[in-house]
């Protein structure tokens, strides 16, 4: 809900594409106007659908199109690898990734990620078993809710928008947070396949495999960050249990919480005022997405990225551009003490003059499924499930493609999730209604649609505090 809890409804008309006969422009009395046919009934569209239906379908076919582009990426790569074996140049990240299925041989590999790509068969995705954490896995299988494939469940949305084949919302939002769990799993091949390959040298200058007082090269941040090299600076602070100190923070509330940012266009003020909010209560910021280059153009006019602001950043070579929220000033500048003093004390051991930046980019939308594996080894380290995490997201935009399936995917894992309002999406209180409940209902997790900076900031602060509640820290 918006200010002061009262509904987003306005009296503005949504506009339908659906068939050939449109567009028709509904509004919430389901009256069409602007009718281009003169016989056409004055109180609703030609197909009956009301306003509800529209917005619901709109949305589904939204959630389709960012996942038919996460696919396209990862069937582009894993065609290359199997045509060409030889581009891959990592084969410590190969055998990373078939380790996971049982020291399969690298031919194997690509098949199994094609077939969970294009397959139209019944078994779960095999990237998704593979990767999600058990616990995790046996929720979404007991409420049937992992993806046999991408293209299964692509083509399942895409016949439920058919006309005559379904006019219930909930049938279209239920099949929208199985396309958002279907993208989680593909953007995994994607970026997992993608680090193959880059020689290791690229992909992370951290001196992977160096531990305790052997751990004497600066880590260089110029190419952001990913899950190795997050495991390979804390490699460095405890070398038998790499995730401990990172938990122990949890525990102290040094680091009170987790919030990813994902999106792709450029961050407005209600998202600049909720990303100082939350670094300023020691809530670390992971971020990946296009959004993360618009941070770069805060208070320095027209962006210094130029021709190469959409570029993967993680591939970036030169020196990482000084920014608002990407350097150490911004930790002194936004991040609270606590925090503060984490990335002061990560700096050190990564033979960094100053302190880590107090958001950590992750690089482009693909490149979420490596803040996923960051999260599940956490998840698997303490047992537990992710919604029990003090983790919570913010999807800046629920309008544009990618960002929008991932927000649903992260939904689907029971996070909470703040999305960015828009009324051509959101504009009817059965759809808000339905997305609220049946996000509780099937994951015990929440949808946040609040559009106040203030007081969506309480509302993510408030639902890690509930967490770190439930786990008595």
Same mark, same amino acid.
């Given at each position: ?5 009262? =509904? ?6 949504? =506009?339908?594409?659906?068939?050939? $006969? ?144 379904? =006019?219930?919302?909930?049938?279209? #939002? ?9 993208? #989680? ?11 193959? #390959? ?30 190795? &090299? ?8 405890? =070398?038998?249990?790499?995730? &401990?100190?990172?938990?122990? $923070? ?109 958001? $950590? ?87 946040? #649609? ?24």
């Amino acid at each position: 809900m918006g200010k002061s809890g009262k =509904s987003h409804c306005l009296s503005k008309s949504v =506009s339908c594409y659906q068939c050939a $006969w449109g567009p028709c422009q509904i509004t919430h009395d389901n009256r069409s106007f602007l009718s281009p046919l003169k016989h056409r009934e004055k109180t609703k569209p030609i197909c009956g659908d009301t306003i509800d239906t529209i917005l619901a379908r709109n949305l589904l076919s939204l959630l389709i199109k960012g996942t038919v582009s996460t696919a396209i990426c990862a069937k582009y790569i894993a065609g290359l690898l199997l045509a060409n074996s030889s581009l891959i140049k990592n084969e410590i990240k190969l055998q990373q990734i078939t380790k996971r299925f049982g020291e399969i041989d690298k031919k194997e590999l690509i098949l199994k990620a094609l077939y969970d790509i294009e397959n139209s068969g019944y078994n779960p995705m095999s990237f998704i078993s593979n990767y999600f954490p058990e616990l995790i896995r046996q929720d979404l299988m007991g409420i049937n809710m992992v993806p046999h494939s991408t293209s299964s469940e692509i083509l399942s949305a895409t016949h439920l928008l058919t006309m005559c084949i379904s =006019s219930n919302p909930e049938d279209f #939002l239920r099949q929208g947070f199985r396309l958002g769990l279907a993208n #989680l799993g593909t953007m995994i091949i994607a970026s997992e396949l993608k680090d193959t #390959l880059l020689p290791p040298s690229r992909l992370s200058k951290s001196g992977s495999g160096i531990s305790g007082n052997e751990a004497v090269r600066p880590i260089p941040f110029s190419a952001g960050f990913s899950f190795q &090299k997050c495991l390979d600076i804390l490699n460095r602070l405890n =070398s038998t249990d790499p995730l &401990k100190p990172l938990l122990d $923070w949890l525990v102290s509330c040094e680091i009170r919480g987790f919030a990813l940012l994902i999106g792709c266009t450029k961050l407005n003020e209600t998202y600049i005022s909720i990303i100082k909010e939350l670094l300023k209560k020691n809530i670390l910021i992971l971020t990946a997405g296009c959004n993360s280059y618009s941070c770069n153009e805060l208070e320095f006019g027209e962006s210094k990225f130029g021709e190469s602001r959409f570029s993967e950043s993680r591939f970036i070579e030169t020196k990482f551009i000084e920014t608002e929220f990407f350097n150490s000033d911004a930790t002194i500048k936004y991040a609270g003490r606590e925090l503060g003093n984490v990335l002061c004390n990560l700096s050190k051991v990564t033979n960094i003059e100053r302190a880590l930046p107090p958001i $950590w980019h992750f690089g482009s939308m693909i490149d979420f499924a490596q803040i996923l594996n960051f999260l599940f080894a956490i998840s698997t380290r303490l047992q537990i499930r992710l919604k029990d995490i003090p983790i919570v997201a913010i999807v800046n935009e629920l309008g544009i493609e990618m960002p929008s399936a991932t927000g649903f995917g992260i939904l689907s894992l029971g996070i909470p999730v703040h999305f960015g309002f828009n009324e051509s999406i959101i504009n009817s209180d059965l759809i808000t209604t339905i997305l609220v409940q049946k996000t509780t209902e099937l994951f015990d997790g929440r949808i946040i #649609l609040e559009t106040d900076p203030t007081q969506a900031a309480k509302l993510l602060i408030g639902s890690i505090d509930e967490k770190r509640m439930g786990l008595n820290i």
